[in-house]
């Protein structure tokens, strides 16, 4: 009971004041090496547990193969309605930034899944699944839980919009890591839905340059 205690504590501080902490007053340029900080502190800590016998390391991923298919169909369905949507809502933004910013774009493409994805993916799945699965369980609860834990953590883009969606693509990605285990997956999926906002035109709500 104390090591919930403990746990419940750990947690929100970590996805709920902690973020809300570095909103207020961490500059924009010290959020990447904020983030690689705390998942090598993740990485550490699920490697201490390797060695210890008590987790089992992540090599093979069999369900992936299974998983992909599946995974396409849904990225397919998603991007049509997020295209529908900015069409509809905002046009003047519609595949604004590669057209307008095309060698900037580009960049954006290939390095935000290596600075941003992964270290998000193996804090708020990986590590978060083994932490916290004493309090939330193996089930729905705890793919909640990762989803709203990982939407809050874009509140320092300081707009509804990136808490909102980013909660929606959490969902997504806990539910894939749920059913696969597989770390390499989610963050593929992670990785193509982050793109896909920075080139359809919804990049703006996850822009720190546009945080006053």
């Known amino acids: 009971m104390r090591k919930k205690t403990w746990l419940w504590l750990e947690w929100a501080l970590a996805f709920g004041l902690l973020p ?12 990447i090496p904020v983030l690689w900080l705390a998942a090598a502190g993740a990485a550490w800590q699920l490697r201490r547990k390797t060695a210890a016998g008590r987790l089992q390391p992540q090599i093979g ?31 003047q933004r519609l595949f604004d930034f590669p057209r307008e910013r095309t060698v900037l774009w580009l960049a954006v493409v290939v390095l935000y899944p290596l ?9 708020c799945r990986r590590w978060f699944f083994e932490r ?15 989803a709203l834990s990982f939407g809050w953590l874009h ?8 808490v909102g969606l980013a909660s929606a693509g959490g969902w997504l990605f806990a ?6 285990r597989s770390l390499r997956l989610v963050c593929l999926e992670h990785a ?8 359809i035109g919804l990049g703006t709500f996850f822009y720190h340059g546009a945080v006053r």
């Open 20 to 31: 809300a902490a570095i909103a207020a007053w961490l500059p924009p340029a010290g959020w």
């Open 61 to 91: 991923w069999p369900g992936e193969k299974s998983e992909l298919r599946r995974l396409g169909l849904r990225a397919l369905a998603v991007t049509v309605a997020l295209i529908l949507l900015v069409r509809f809502s905002m046009p």
């Open 115 to 123: 600075a941003s994805v992964v270290p998000q993916e193996l804090i």
């Open 132 to 146: 916290y699965g004493a309090l939330f369980g193996e089930g729905r609860i705890l793919v909640a839980a990762s």
């Open 155 to 162: 509140i320092v883009f300081k707009n509804p919009v990136a």
């Open 175 to 180: 539910e894939t890591y749920r059913q696969s």
């Open 192 to 199: 193509l839905y982050g793109d896909l906002i920075f080139t």
